[in-house]
């Protein structure tokens, strides 16, 4: 489990969408790592949790309410310029008192700044992640879909995804969000 303390830049039944700056301190479950194919996947969770900075870039989530996927751009933090595109595949988000919940679906895509080419990233952990019993096949299978449905929702430029999200940028007087007290009790 990761948490992003985000800032909520709109919220509406069209979309939510939401900002991650450079130097938000995230947190993540702590414990002992390296399953998978880069060592990335936890093994065993000790009960607590790390603090890890965000750094590099600043992030816009955009997701459309029911959806399996969220679309980020991310410009670099120290130019301005967009760095990077991202379809992360995850369940729809739910609302909680704090934010919002999803669960990362281990598979994404990216594309290059002004590029509609997208690429699957991470298939070999959504692999290992059905031999680990996190998803079954037909899950993944799924998921696999959600993600030629994101690229084409995308590519089509749906709604939200049909405005110029690429030339957004963050209000200068915002601050780096942080975790709400007691964050830790609404873990799903």
């Not at 670099?76 to 595949?89: E, F, P, T």
């Not at 899950?139 to 084409?152: F, K, L, M, P």
């Amino acid at each position: 489990m990761t948490v992003l303390p985000q800032i909520v830049v709109r919220d509406d039944p069209r979309a939510i969408v939401t900002y991650l700056p450079a130097g938000s301190v995230t947190k993540r479950r702590a414990g002992q790592r390296g399953g998978g194919p880069r060592g990335r996947g936890m093994l065993r969770w000790d009960g607590g949790y790390e603090d890890k900075a965000w750094t590099g870039t600043n992030v816009l989530m955009i997701h459309r309410p029911g959806e399996w996927f969220s679309v980020w751009n991310a410009w670099d933090a120290a130019s301005g310029a967009l760095a990077w595109r991202y379809i992360n595949l995850e369940e729809p988000w739910r609302r909680t008192r704090i934010g919002f919940d999803s669960r990362d679906a281990d598979l994404d895509l990216w594309a290059k700044p002004g590029s509609n080419e997208w690429n699957w990233k991470d298939e070999d952990e959504l692999a290992w992640a059905v031999e680990m019993g996190r998803w079954s096949q037909a899950q993944a299978d799924h998921v696999r879909r959600q993600g030629g449905r994101a690229i084409d929702a995308v590519r089509r430029l749906e709604p939200p995804f049909d405005e110029d999200w690429s030339s957004w940028r963050a209000d200068p007087a915002w601050t780096v969000a942080t975790m709400p007290s007691g964050w830790e009790r609404y873990e799903v």
